[in-house]
C-alpha cells in the first residue's frame, strides 16, 4: 500500500437522523458506497470502496454534516493528466495534504481522485468554488464532487514484491522519485497515481505526459486493436513495416492479401508477441523474450531436468552454455541483420518502382493535362477565326453592294446632270426665241405708234380735232398686258 494510505483509513461515525438549530430541523444527507480500484493490473492492484455522502435535489448547496476535509472529485476525463488537474485546482494546491488517483469500475474512460486537505474550511471553500465547474471551456465536462465519509482498502493482488509496506513499519519517510526529497505532508502536497507511485504535487505538476514517471503506466489505456478491413479483433498481426493491423488466415486472411500486395512479409501476432513469415511460411524467432524476467530463452526449448527444479538448466558447464548461447545470439543477430537488409532493399526496390510508376502517372497526367489545355485553346482559337472570317465575308458583302450601289447612284448623277443641262438649254432656246418675238413686237407697236403720231399730226393740221374712242383705249392696255404676260413667261 502506499505510504500515505493510512490517511484515508477513518472510522465512520454514525450520523444522527437529524440535527436541529433552534426551531429547525436539518436532515443529514444519506451515502453512497463506490468501489474502486489503483496499481498497474499487470504487477499489482489495491482494491478498495468509498462511502460518500448523497447529493440532495433539496439542498444541492447544503454541506453535510459530519463531513471531513475529504472530497473525492468523480468522472474526470482519462485525457486529463495530473499536470492539468493540478493546474485547474492551483489555488488550493498549498491546502492539499495528499490526493490519490483510483479508477471506478465501469468507467473506462474516466478516473477519481481523492483530495484531503489540511482543514475543513479548505475543503469547503474547494467544495463550494470548483463543484459543477467545467474543467475547461473547450469541453462540456463538468467537475463533480462529494464528501467522503470514508475508504476502506479491501484487498490486494500482485507480487508480494511490489507491495509497499504500511508507514507504520517504516523507520523512515519514502522520497520522491522526481526531487529525492522526503514525502512530508506538512512541507508539501502529495499525489499518489494511480499506479500507486507518490511524488510531490509541485513535482507532478511539471510532468505534463499522462504516464507516471517511474513505470511509464498510462491512465489513458489505449484502444483495442482492429482489423483495419473487417474490423475483427481475433488473430491479429501487425506488419513490421507499415503497422497495417489485419487478421490472419483463420479470419478475414486480410494480413495475407497485405503481403501479396505489398510484398511486406513479416507480420507481429499481438497476442503472442512473435513475427511470422509469409515467405518462409515460419516463425523468424529462434529466441524470445520471457515475460517473467525479460531474459532470452529459446522458442519451445525445455529443460531436461525441469521436473528436478531446475531453473538455470545448469545440465551443463555453465562457461560453455553461456558461450554456446552468446554464439546463439550472434549467429541469430547476423541473420536478423541479412533479413533486415534482405527486406530493406526488398522495400527500397518496391518503394522505387512505386515511386516509377506514380512518376509516370503524373507525367501522363501532366501530358493530358496539357493536350487537353493546348486542344481547348484550338477549338477556342478556331472559334474565334470562324468567328472573324464570318466578319469578314459579310464586311466584303456589304463592301461590294456599297460599291454596287456606288455605281448606280453615280449614273442616276449623270443622267440627272445631263437633264439639267438638256433643261437649260431648253430654257435658253426658249429665252431667245421670247426675246425675238419681243423684239418683233416692239418693233411692230413702233412702227403704230409712229403710224398712229403721223395720222394725229396730219389731223391736226386739218384742224379737226377728233375724241379717243374707248375701245381704243382698252385695245391699248390689252397690248401692253400681253408683253407683260410675254415677259413674265420668257
Not at 474547494?126 to 467545467?134: A, I, L, M, P, R
Not at 398712229?452 to 379717243?468: F, G, N, W
Amino acid at each position: 500500500m502506499s505510504s500515505s494510505s493510512s490517511t484515508f483509513n477513518a472510522d465512520v461515525s454514525q450520523p444522527q437522523s437529524e440535527l436541529v438549530f433552534g426551531n429547525i430541523a436539518v436532515p443529514i444527507m444519506g451515502t453512497e458506497t463506490i468501489p474502486f480500484s489503483s496499481g498497474n493490473p499487470r504487477i499489482e492492484e489495491t482494491r478498495g470502496v468509498m462511502h460518500l455522502f448523497s447529493n440532495d435535489a433539496n439542498y444541492p448547496s447544503f454541506l453535510p454534516v459530519g463531513r471531513k476535509p475529504l472530497v473525492c472529485v468523480l468522472g474526470v476525463p482519462n485525457h486529463m493528466t495530473y499536470a492539468d488537474f493540478c493546474q485547474f485546482c492551483a489555488s488550493f494546491i498549498p491546502h492539499v495534504l495528499e490526493m490519490r488517483i483510483v479508477r471506478n469500475d465501469g468507467m473506462e474512460d474516466r478516473y477519481s481522485i481523492l483530495i484531503w486537505f489540511d482543514n475543513q474550511d479548505s475543503a469547503d471553500k474547494f467544495y463550494q468554488h470548483f463543484n459543477g465547474k467545467q474543467f475547461n471551456s473547450l469541453e462540456e465536462d463538468i467537475c463533480q464532487m462529494l464528501f467522503t465519509v470514508d475508504v476502506q482498502f479491501t484487498g490486494y493482488s500482485g507480487s508480494l514484491d511490489h507491495a509497499q509496506s504500511p508507514p507504520a513499519s517504516s523507520t523512515e519517510q519514502p522520497s520522491c522519485p522526481v526531487c529525492l526529497e522526503r514525502l512530508d505532508q506538512d512541507a508539501s502536497g502529495i499525489l499518489t497515481t494511480i499506479c500507486n507511485h507518490s511524488f510531490h504535487c509541485s513535482c507532478i505538476s511539471k510532468w505534463t505526459d499522462s504516464s507516471c514517471p517511474v513505470c511509464r503506466y498510462c491512465q489513458q489505456q489505449p484502444e483495442k486493436s482492429t482489423c483495419f478491413v473487417c474490423q475483427t479483433s481475433e488473430n491479429l498481426g501487425m506488419c513490421v513495416i507499415c503497422g497495417f493491423v489485419g487478421c490472419g488466415r483463420y479470419k478475414g486472411g486480410h494480413a495475407i492479401i497485405h503481403w501479396k500486395e505489398t510484398q511486406h512479409c513479416y507480420f507481429l501476432e499481438l497476442e503472442t508477441q512473435r513475427v511470422w513469415d509469409y515467405v518462409g511460411d515460419n516463425y523468424v524467432h529462434r529466441l524470445i523474450q520471457s515475460k517473467t524476467d525479460g531474459m532470452l530463452v529459446e522458442l519451445n526449448a525445455h529443460c531436461q531436468h525441469v521436473n528436478d527444479g531446475c531453473g538455470s538448466c545448469n545440465c551443463d558447464d555453465y562457461g560453455i552454455s553461456e558461450a554456446i548461447l552468446n554464439s546463439k545470439v550472434e549467429v541469430i543477430v547476423n541473420e536478423y541483420n541479412e533479413l533486415l537488409a534482405t527486406q530493406l532493399e526488398n522495400q527500397k526496390l518496391y518503394f522505387e518502382t512505386l515511386l516509377q510508376e506514380v512518376k509516370e502517372e503524373t507525367e501522363r497526367e501532366v501530358s493530358e493535362a496539357v493536350q487537353k489545355a493546348v486542344t481547348q485553346k484550338l477549338q477556342k482559337l478556331k472559334a474565334k477565326l470562324d468567328r472573324c472570317v464570318k466578319e469578314k465575308k459579310f464586311l466584303d458583302d456589304l463592301n461590294e453592294n456599297l460599291l454596287k450601289n456606288q455605281e448606280i447612284w453615280r449614273a442616276k448623277l449623270l443622267e440627272a446632270e445631263e437633264r439639267e443641262k438638256k433643261t437649260l438649254r431648253m430654257k435658253d432656246d426658249k429665252i431667245h426665241a421670247l426675246e425675238e418675238q419681243l423684239k418683233d413686237l416692239m418693233a411692230t407697236l413702233e412702227a403704230g405708234n409712229a403710224v398712229e403720231h403721223m395720222s394725229i399730226s396730219d389731223e391736226i393740221k386739218d384742224a379737226t380735232a377728233l375724241p379717243v374712242s374707248p375701245a381704243s383705249s382698252s385695245r391699248k392696255e390689252r397690248k401692253d398686258l400681253t408683253v407683260e404676260e410675254a415677259d413674265r413667261n420668257g
